[in-house]
């Protein structure tokens, strides 16, 4: 079975400062693995994914993620916090087995200090 | 391209009774996903269909619950004799059809939320 995991339920980061939001995973073969950001009363809106090939992601908003397969990690980044930038943020992984479920972990609510 | 569409965006139901959600996915999408998602929770998966077919079901998903795409466009998710545990949001998601060991982006929709009293 393939689990997620977002070791911390709540990040507070001053406006400007680099931000990071923690993410591993657990899935047979070779993971697929996406982002998530999530606001108020509102679905999902992806961010970005990691399917093959560079293991730094760019995504929409200047986020981007780091693949490392050692760690079996896939933390999501952002060189300087925007206030816009609070929400919950989710990861997911499916696996390469034409698996379509996604599983989620349980999300990080970010929150940037003025 | 206007996204994932879901009808209605709440729901306030009494127990017992019969609710139906509506999604219409990113036109050309022929995949379609049910998720549910509870306060404080990750959104679950319940069902997909890839054009008309329903190609998997959770055990998250009870006879209570039928989900359908008779055309393979929009879809509908039933819930009959609401219980108050139903209480969730009910997120909608679509992808397009790759080629064999493809992968593409699931999109979702904005939810319909469930109250059932």
């Known amino acids: 079975a393939q689990s997620v995991a977002q070791p911390e339920d709540q990040v507070n980061v001053a406006e400007g400062n680099p931000l990071t939001v923690k993410c591993t995973y657990s899935?047979?073969?070779?993971?697929?693995l996406f982002w998530y950001v999530q606001y108020p009363n509102r679905g999902l809106q992806f961010l970005l994914k990691y399917i093959t090939g560079d293991n730094l992601v760019k995504g929409s908003y200047g986020f981007e993620a780091e693949f490392n397969k050692s760690q079996t990690s896939f933390h999501l980044k952002k060189p300087s916090a925007l206030v816009s930038d609070s929400a919950l943020y989710f990861c997911a992984a499916a696996n390469n087995f034409g698996n379509e479920k996604l599983t989620f972990g349980t999300g990080t609510r970010l929150t940037i200090i003025p | 391209d206007t996204g994932v569409s879901q009808d209605p965006r709440h729901k306030i139901t009494k127990r017992g009774q019969n609710v139906t959600f509506r999604c219409d996915p990113i036109s050309e999408h022929n995949r379609l996903y049910w998720y549910r998602q509870t306060l404080g929770q990750g959104p679950e998966f319940l069902t997909y269909?890839?054009?008309?077919?329903?190609?998997?079901k959770s055990r998250l998903l009870s006879d209570r619950f039928s989900a359908e795409r008779p055309k393979g466009s929009f879809s509908t998710l039933e819930i009959q004799h609401t219980e108050q545990g139903d209480s969730a949001m009910y997120l909608c998601?679509?992808?397009?059809?790759?080629?064999?060991?493809?992968?593409?982006?699931?999109?979702f929709g904005e939810g319909s939320w469930l109250t059932v009293v």
């Open positions: 899935v047979s073969g070779n993971p697929y």
């Open positions: 269909f890839q054009n008309e077919a329903q190609l998997e």
């Open positions: 998601a679509s992808s397009a059809l790759l080629g064999a060991g493809s992968r593409n982006t699931i999109y």
